[in-house]
Structures are given as structure tokens and as C-alpha cells.
């Protein structure tokens, strides 16, 4: 499966994640859609005195925003790894069942998981 082949709102998630990853060249870029259909995105950021994934990023930026759950989320990355702590971010803030797709840099949709 490709992100042209997710719903028309997860593939903008995709460009979302794909862009944020790509203006500073992190290993990995994500993207959120909360529950008014407000997105976020989000870089990995790698400081001496913080370290945040891309989707724990991406799901504090909704969390500051307001946000009180969400829709979808995804993650572009070179690999269909998932760390536990990046799907216990979108549990905290949207509970169980939210759809996480975890993208190649090709676009090819690695995994599907929900959280």
C-alpha cells in the first residue's frame, strides 16, 4: 500500500510528516489530525537536555494547542519500528484506536497499528 492509497486526510498527514522530517533532515518526521481535524507536525528533536520522537513531538504540539483527542497519526521513517513510548503519546491524548501508519520515506506504508 502506498499514502496515495490511505484516505484523502491520512495522505495529507503523509506530506505533513514528510515535510517536517525533510526541512532539517531528521530520521524521522510525523504528523497528527486531532479531533476538529486540526493537524500538527513535528521533527525528531535531539538536544543535550531534550530528546522527543517525532510523533511525541507532534502530539505535545496538539496537546498545547487544546486539542482533547485524536483522529489519526502518522510516522515517516526508514523502518516499521514503533516505540512503545510514541504510542503511549497518542494514547495520552486520544485513547485507544487511533490509527498510527508508519510510512517509508518512498511513501510505501510500512505498518498500521492503532493505539
Do not use: C
Not at 20 to 35: H, P, Q, S, T, Y
Amino acid at each position: 500500500m502506498t499514502a496515495t492509497e490511505l484516505s484523502d486526510e491520512d495522505a495529507k498527514l503523509v506530506t505533513l510528516a514528510r515535510g517536517a522530517r525533510g526541512r532539517i533532515g531528521a530520521a524521522e518526521g510525523a504528523a497528527v489530525r486531532d479531533e476538529t481535524g486540526r493537524t500538527y507536525s513535528g521533527a525528531t528533536v535531539a538536544l543535550d537536555s531534550l530528546a522527543l520522537s517525532a510523533l511525541q513531538l507532534a502530539v505535545a504540539q496538539a496537546a498545547a494547542s487544546g486539542a482533547r483527542g485524536l483522529e489519526a497519526a502518522v510516522v515517516v521513517r526508514r523502518d516499521a519500528s514503533m516505540a512503545a513510548d510514541d504510542l503511549a503519546a497518542v494514547r495520552a491524548l486520544g485513547g485507544t484506536g487511533v490509527a498510527v501508519h508508519v510510512v517509508g520515506s518512498d511513501g510505501t506504508v510500512l505498518a498500521t497499528t492503532a493505539s
